[in-house]
């Protein structure tokens, strides 16, 4: 498979059908897996690296979910291209900055992504839509469980998988999703949220993973912690931690739609202004609006078939995929109009938002997204 | 800046401490400064606070030269890095990591997926050990007949585990 190819598919979890869609974008499982007795790639030298990924790709490409893969050597990418699959979550930026000695193999759905001496030796990932958090678990698990049969991986009975840092070490375990929480946020009570959250050791991130701002109203949780809890508990756990949280963010829009409408539609009629006439927009505010517009979507100001392009708009005005797209490397300024100028003509149709389908349905008391069970 | 303890988060608690006229300054993450009870200013020693290191350097007072076998990795690389330089490490600088490891994770025993290997290794190992038990006790009762056949099933057992 080729990289074009990547570009113009989206990836499955970005086509957002998986359950609490609305609120959870997706779901991730990564396992940080090593080589008994090898250097890991931080301490290894340039020969031993190379040495271990050559040991590790082949493994890694002959896995029947592998097949029809993208498989690519780091040096081999751009810089934007890697840019481009930081932007989708299907690798790290700490990989991204790999070169030589490290690579990186995806499947067509883009469901599962190995990374070859990243920190690790391997961190396996699968990435799916909504909130479905153990079968993510359990395609990485399986994918583990066939490589340990080829490759023999480090371990301590009693310590678990060894991990090059000592926070991974145990499980070797991190699982995540990405929440979206307009509402939260709005209603000022996602401080409180995020308290609670890290209270009972669960991490709560930005965007793109640690040490990153929160944009678009999106929030990464996930476990802090790998040692002396089960996997399928961890999973459990951070499930049921967002349920709640998927609650208290449907309170939310409850408690605006009820209290502070004016604040609301004020928001809504503002991002749509904004998005639909704009001519230079940064991708913060890119974010920041369309998260509004999506939360218009879920409130039902604006029509359910509208969902798809504003999911769409999230990941293709990020800066790496607006150049892609263009075919052509833009500064800053540049990117700003073009960004602002694909905005404005996928919302041309958009219809304006309809404030009294939102009153209506609140009125009726439906809940706009009904529980599903993972 | 990363904490000092964990060297893996963002640093968000800034402590500084003067101890016998000298200065110490400490950089920690909200869970470790959770984790060390820094809240509570009157129940923690700067000291105490730099547990991993701490650990760190009374290894390196112990065997300055201290390597990894394996990778030649040294507890000084560990406190530039905060990441180890391979999976023997673990074992060469257990002593300190074990106070590090107990202030960051929930537990200090893994209790999850293990390779399968790992099982197999693991029961071959507890046989082991209830046979040489066995064997001692033999070898005291000279029961040397009981002895040689308990001897002959260890060497039988490592046999097995080298495969």
């Known amino acids: 498979m080729k990289f074009a190819n990547i570009m113009s598919t989206g990836g499955e979890w970005l086509r957002g059908e998986g359950p609490h869609h609305q609120i959870v974008i997706s779901s991730r499982v990564r396992l940080a897996r090593n080589l008994k007795q090898r250097a890991f790639p931080g301490w290894a030298k340039k020969a031993e690296r190379t040495q271990i990924l050559e040991l590790i790709k082949p493994r890694v490409e002959e896995l029947p979910e592998m097949q029809d893969s993208f498989s690519e050597l780091l040096q081999d990418l ?19 900055a790999k070169s030589v ?4 193999i995806m499947n067509r759905r883009q469901t599962l992504s190995i990374m070859i001496n990243e920190e690790d030796h391997l961190r396996m990932q699968s ?14 698990d399986k994918v583990d469980s066939t490589l340990e049969g080829k490759l023999d991986f480090a371990y301590d009975a009693r310590l678990g998988y060894l991990t090059a840092c000592p926070t991974n070490v145990g499980t070797g375990m991190r699982a995540s999703a990405m929440l979206h929480l307009p ?26 993973g640690e040490g990153t701002e929160a944009m678009g109203n999106l929030f990464q949780i996930s476990n802090q912690t790998t040692l ?12 049921k931690v967002i349920e709640t949280i998927i609650e208290k ?45 999506k939360l218009g979507v879920d409130l039902g100001a604006f029509p359910e078939d509208r969902r798809l392009p504003i999911d769409e708009l999230f990941i293709d005005t990020q800066p790496a995929h607006l150049q892609k797209s263009s075919q052509q490397k833009l500064n800053a300024e540049e990117r700003d109009h073009l960004r602002a100028q694909i905005i404005r003509e996928r919302l041309r149709a958009f219809p304006k938002p309809d404030i009294s389908k939102v009153a209506k349905e609140s009125e009726n008391g439906s809940n706009p997204e009904p529980p599903t069970n993972e | 800046m990363l904490c000092d303890v964990c060297k893996c988060n963002d640093a968000t608690v800034f402590l500084t401490q003067i101890l016998e006229g000298k200065m110490q300054k400490v950089n920690l993450c909200d869970a470790c400064s959770k984790e060390k009870g820094v809240q509570d200013p009157t129940g923690f020693a700067l000291a105490d606070l730099l547990l991993g290191i701490g650990a760190a350097e009374e290894i390196e007072k112990g065997a300055p030269s201290q390597k990894c076998p394996i990778c030649g990795f040294t507890q000084a690389d560990f406190k530039k890095t905060g990441r180890l330089g391979c999976s023997v490490c673990y074992v060469t600088f257990a002593e300190g990591l074990g106070s590090l490891l107990k202030a960051m994770h929930k537990g200090t025993e893994h209790v999850g997926k293990l390779p399968q290997r790992a099982h197999r290794e693991i029961e071959l190992d507890d046989r082991m050990r209830s046979l040489a038990e066995d064997l001692e006790k033999a070898v005291a009762e000279e029961n040397y007949e009981n002895a040689a056949a ?14």
């Open chain 1, 78 to 96: 751009s810089a934007l291209e890697k840019q481009v699959l930081v932007e989708r979550h299907l690798i790290s930026r700490e990989h991204a």
């Open chain 1, 101 to 104: 000695g490290s690579a990186v």
């Open chain 1, 127 to 140: 990435i799916r839509s909504g909130l479905q958090l153990k079968s993510a678990f359990k395609l990485v």
């Open chain 1, 183 to 208: 509402g939260l946020v709005l209603s000022e009570m996602i401080n409180q949220v995020i308290q609670a959250v890290n209270k009972i050791g669960l991490a709560v991130r930005g965007l793109y």
């Open chain 1, 228 to 239: 002396g809890e089960k996997e399928d508990e961890i999973v459990n756990r951070l499930s």
């Open chain 1, 249 to 293: 963010e449907h309170d939310a829009r409850q408690m605006l739609i009820q209290k502070k409408s004016n604040t609301l539609w004020d928001q809504i009629g503002r991002a749509y202004g904004v998005l639909t006439f704009a001519h230079a927009m940064t991708s913060k505010e890119a974010l920041n609006l369309l998260s509004i517009i």
């Open chain 2, 150 to 163: 308990l001897r002959d099933k260890i060497k039988q057992l490592e046999h097995e585990k080298a495969v």
